[in-house]
């Protein structure tokens, strides 16, 4: 089994930024790819953004791509959401995900390791 944690979330009003992490405290997750997701109120769970083991490539949902970035820090065991000009629409519950083989996927299937969630919510 692998944990994950995510922190960072938080009220913030539009226009502003966050960073979420995620950290995965006991296992090393330097060869996994990870991932991001998100699920906004009433709706289902949607890609945020994706990240291979190695972290030289990964993929940004369109609908974020020109706000968000993903990156990981293998020496910190963790993955990270940058996250500016946040708007209402970018409320949701936001997820770290992980899978054992190192190409990332856009597919929530794919992730077998999920965290437990960080709240976002963007006031107007």
């Known amino acids: 089994q692998v944990q994950l944690v995510e922190s960072g979330g938080e009220l913030v009003r539009a226009g502003g930024s966050l960073r979420l992490s995620c950290i995965a405290p006991?296992?090393?997750?330097?060869?996994?790819?990870m991932a991001w997701f998100r699920r906004p109120p009433g709706s289902e769970r949607e890609l945020v953004a994706a990240?291979?083991?190695?972290?030289?490539?990964?993929h940004v949902a369109d609908a974020v791509k020109a706000r968000f970035t993903i990156s990981r820090e293998p020496s910190k065991n963790a993955i990270y959401l940058q996250m500016n000009n946040l708007g209402p629409g970018d409320t949701a519950v936001y997820y770290c995900?992980?899978?054992?083989?190192?190409?990332?996927?856009?597919?929530?299937?794919?992730?077998?390791?999920w965290g437990q969630g960080t709240q976002v919510t963007v006031s107007s």
């Open positions: 995900a992980a899978r054992t083989s190192s190409p990332y996927s856009t597919s929530a299937s794919s992730y077998a390791y």
């Open positions: 006991e296992r090393t997750v330097g060869d996994y790819a």
């Open positions: 990240i291979s083991g190695s972290g030289r490539s990964w």
